[in-house]
């Protein structure tokens, strides 16, 4: 509703006896006897008012107006009387229209609360929404940012259209329920909310694409079933769209932009939670957590706290930009974006305050809800200090986060890249950080795919198997030693092994497009990344020729038996157990649809989606069974038993241990990997992997490696119980089929 249709009055401060002593902490609005306490950080600003928010009974909004009138270190604080639970709020903070100084505060300008625990509605993006004045596209209507434009200050107000907070009472999870898997047990399953429950089809239809979904006994029992240990969501905190996108009528499906960090994005509840108020909103993701739980899984969120749903100077004022912009992003001297994201704008983590904020974010979704861990986007963008050009593993926020107690037993995941100078910085995160391998992604794909397809076609592959024997031994060139004084301390589970993940092909599609096909995003295909080290095996996309489809099924079943197996800490993405596609679109941001939810129903008709979970649940189990894959020290070929067999060995096809001169061969394309089960009181396994397109003859190592060797699993067969039994000899001549891998089991003395 308009400005001039909204009531607005002010209240003075409080000075009754019954409220407390006004204080710089802790941020944000928090219920006390008598009312709220309240505290923002806006260094900059002249004066910063807390709005309260009542329904007028005309369709719009009566607003008060508390000024608060404390001040300390840049932080606004004072007392709040006579609100309740469910208090509709905002902020308004006064200060100087100094654009070319990165101050662009506005008090036309309702902003959300930073440490809001509740928020109202979703946003839908408005031209009110902007600091400056935009035309009907959003856009400066002076010109862009960096020509000077962006600097004719709106007025008007956006009362009418902000986001609201609501202030909630602090809830408090049970620490005893969270599962406390050890990393040397866990797997990870990447999802999304939605498209992990949409289509399921014993969720009742209102709750499919919910909190409650996630925790409904039938998803539970499908993750637990597989053998996943923690589900991994993508990000939950409530979130905006980008104006780029809501020009074009399109949404941010992903949620990488985020408005709040502290509130459940409310577009994943159900219609009943969402109508009943932030409150039930919070209760829902709270009981889907419990549900997990009590699953005996753990939930890791993706946070992202390199950029906000503000993104650049040319963006919306919904918060952190109207508190102040200097404050909290990074801005040069003419108060421009400096920007390490990709997404226009960056939080400054060189700002003692933001490493606060986002600490105080961490601590309040573990204490809060429970969680069990987190994966940091683009995270070095948190590790870049005054110098932003400078990645520091001794950075104090990844100090802050290494001794927080509240912090000591979660799981801390990084994505080891961003956009900015040095940007990849895969292992030289310091401990406990585990990180995304992406090197592990692409050599495996490479040896399974895209050198053998290379092959095939005649062509010189890049390596023959000394990539790949670096990555299934857990990638000790990444992380046996890093950037930190203290980086030696991790092993190899420190190693997120994956093959997929939300930004790349689906594993079905990595094994059925050479090329992305991500035309359904509206932007002529060019998004998205080239180098997906895939193979069609012959037909792009969508083929009827069973000997297509049966050889893009080995493949899948290569793949998942090759990370399955693997020294490190696995991460499956959600779908790819059912071969789940999503059309060869290898970057589905703003997909929301049935083409990337997973096809449940078809699951139900059996066929290829069934066999591979059969398969998936099989090759889990055996990780589960044999802590010889699972290790949490690197193995380095010494000896482990009188007989002189050591931890780790390797063999060429004959049988006989590799040289030099095979490891630097590049047409070799089978392997043996022996993992000696002494140094774990279990059975030692020889994994053998070979990518070339016809059968070969494999020698099984001699004695003293093994009096026997028991097959485990072949992945020519497209379900486990199809495994024909076989022990083999030591120094057996073995067949393998085309491009397969086979795991047996050492009988040893």
């Known amino acids: 509703m308009p400005a001039d249709e909204t009531s607005v009055s002010s209240t003075p401060p409080s000075t009754s006896d019954a409220l407390p002593r006004s204080r710089p902490a802790p941020l944000g609005l928090h219920l006390v006897p008598g009312g709220a306490s309240a505290a923002v950080y806006a260094p900059h600003a002249e004066l910063v008012e807390v709005c309260l928010l009542d329904d007028d009974g005309a369709g719009g909004w009566a607003e008060r107006r508390v000024p608060l009138t404390g001040r300390t270190h840049g932080v606004w604080h004072g007392l709040v009387p006579g609100v309740d639970a469910g208090q509709r709020y905002g902020l308004r903070a006064h200060g100087p229209w100094e654009p070319e100084r990165g101050h662009r505060f506005n008090r036309d300008k309702l902003l959300l609360d930073p440490y809001a625990r509740g928020l109202a509605d979703e946003v839908r993006l408005e031209a009110a929404h902007f600091g400056h004045e935009v035309d009907e596209g959003w856009r400066p209507v002076d010109g862009p940012a960096r020509a000077g434009g962006a600097r004719r200050r709106s007025t008007s107000d956006s009362l009418a259209c902000a986001p609201h907070g609501v202030l909630l009472p602090q809830r408090r999870a049970d620490p005893a329920q969270r599962p406390g898997t050890p990393w040397s047990e866990t797997v990870v399953y990447e999802a999304h909310v939605r498209g992990l429950t949409m289509r399921h089809p014993d969720v009742p239809p209102e709750l499919r694409g919910t909190y409650a ?61 969402r109508a009943a108020g932030p409150a039930a909103v919070e209760a829902e993701l709270a009981g889907a957590v419990e549900a997990l739980h009590a699953g005996g899984l753990e939930v890791l969120l993706d946070v992202v706290y390199n950029h906000t749903c503000e993104g650049g100077v040319e963006g919306p004022t919904l918060s952190f930009r109207g508190l102040d912009a200097g404050a909290h992003y990074r801005l040069d ?15 400054d983590a060189s700002s003692a305050r933001v490493v606060g904020l986002v600490m105080d974010s961490l601590r309040h979704w573990v204490q809060a809800y429970g969680v069990d861990g987190f994966r940091f986007d683009l995270a070095p963008a948190l590790a870049r200090g005054r110098d932003v050009a400078a990645f520091d593993p001794e950075h104090p926020f990844l100090v802050a986060a290494r001794q927080d107690p509240v912090l000591a037993d979660v799981k801390l995941v990084a994505e080891p890249w961003d956009v900015g100078p040095g940007g990849w910085r895969t292992g030289q995160f310091p401990p406990p950080f585990a990180e995304w391998n992406d090197r592990y992604r692409d050599d495996v794909r490479s040896f399974w ?9 005649g062509g010189r592959p890049d390596a023959g198997v000394r990539h790949l024997a670096t990555r299934l031994a857990g990638s000790a060139d990444l992380f046996a030693h890093g950037a930190s004084t203290d980086a030696s301390r991790r092993g190899p589970l420190a190693s997120v092994n994956l093959l997929a993940a939300h930004d790349g092909f689906t594993l079905a599609d990595a094994c059925a497009y050479e090329s992305k096909h991500n035309e359904g995003n509206g932007e002529d295909n060019r998004d998205g990344h080239g180098d997906n080290r895939s193979d069609n095996h012959g037909v792009e996309g969508p083929t009827s020729d069973e000997a297509v489809l049966g050889a893009r099924r080995r493949s899948v079943r290569n793949l998942l038996g090759t990370l399955l197996l693997s020294t490190g800490t696995p991460m499956l993405l959600g779908g790819d157990e059912l071969l789940r596609t999503q059309d060869g679109n290898n970057n589905a941001y703003v997909v929301d649809d049935e083409s990337v939810w997973l096809d449940w129903p078809a699951l139900r008709r059996g066929g290829a989606p069934a066999d591979l979970l059969a398969t998936t649940r099989h090759l889990l189990a055996l990780r589960r069974e044999h802590p010889a894959l699972r290790q949490d020290t690197f193995l380095s070929g010494r000896p482990v038993h009188a007989d002189g067999t050591t931890d780790l060995a390797w063999f060429a096809p004959d049988g006989r241990p590799m040289t030099e001169d095979r490891w630097h061969e590049a047409q070799l394309r089978t392997l043996q990997m022996f993992l000696h089960g002494d140094p774990v009181a279990h059975r030692s396994l020889l994994v053998v992997l070979h990518s070339g397109a016809g059968p070969v003859p494999v020698r099984l190592p001699e004695e003293p490696w093994a009096r026997r060797w028991e097959l485990l699993w072949d992945s020519t067969c497209e379900r486990p119980e199809d495994v024909v039994p076989h022990v083999a000899e030591p120094g057996e001549q073995v067949e393998l089929g085309p491009t397969s891998l086979r795991v047996y089991a050492a009988e040893r003395p």
Do not use: K, M
Request: aromatic fraction near 8%; proline fraction near 6%.
């Open 333 to 347: 001297a003419a108060g421009l974006d400096v920007d390490v994201s990709g997404c226009g704008g960056t939080l």
């Open 213 to 273: 979904a996630l925790g409904h006994p039938a998803v539970v029992a499908h993750l637990r079933d597989l053998g996943v240990t923690a589900l991994e969501l993508l990000p939950v905190q409530a979130i905006a769209e980008e104006p780029w996108l809501a020009r074009r009528g399109r949404r941010n499906a992903w949620g990488y932009s985020t408005l709040s960090y502290f509130a459940p994005a409310p577009r994943y509840a159900s219609a009943a939670a």
């Open 449 to 457: 795919l895209a050198d053998a397809a290379r092959a095939r076609a």
